[in-house]
């Protein structure tokens, strides 16, 4: 079964950066079309951000213009790189496979952003 870690979250003012990395076993990266998922508490877990395996990106309007995402292939590895954070950014971040039938969720990592 697919797993995935992801890592990079922290605590950031708002304006902030950060960069989360999702290591992906096998060669799931290159294959799917992926997800930055994000769970705010209370809310419903969203899609923010997908990548297809040929390189198209696409994103929530929500995040668009400050977020971006990419892959590295080579090292079955994802990014997300979140300049200009607001608050409402604060959420559990995951990725997974950018689809309906997704793969099983791995721990996530915490965003929070706040002054």
């Known amino acids: 079964q697919a797993q995935f870690v992801e890592s990079g979250g922290g605590l950031v003012q708002p304006g902030g950066s950060l960069r989360l990395s999702c290591a992906a076993s096998?060669?799931?990266?290159?294959?799917?079309?992926m997800g930055w998922y994000r769970q705010a508490p209370g809310k419903r877990r969203e899609l923010v951000a997908s990548i297809t395996s040929g390189g198209s990106t696409n994103y929530a309007d929500s995040v668009k213009g400050r977020f971006t995402i990419s892959r590295d292939n080579a090292k079955n590895t994802m990014y997300l790189q979140m300049n200009s954070l607001k608050p409402e950014d604060t959420a559990v971040y995951y990725c997974n496979k950018d689809s309906i039938a997704t793969f099983d969720w791995g721990q996530g990592t915490q965003v929070t952003v706040s002054s």
């Open positions: 096998g060669r799931l990266i290159s294959i799917y079309a």
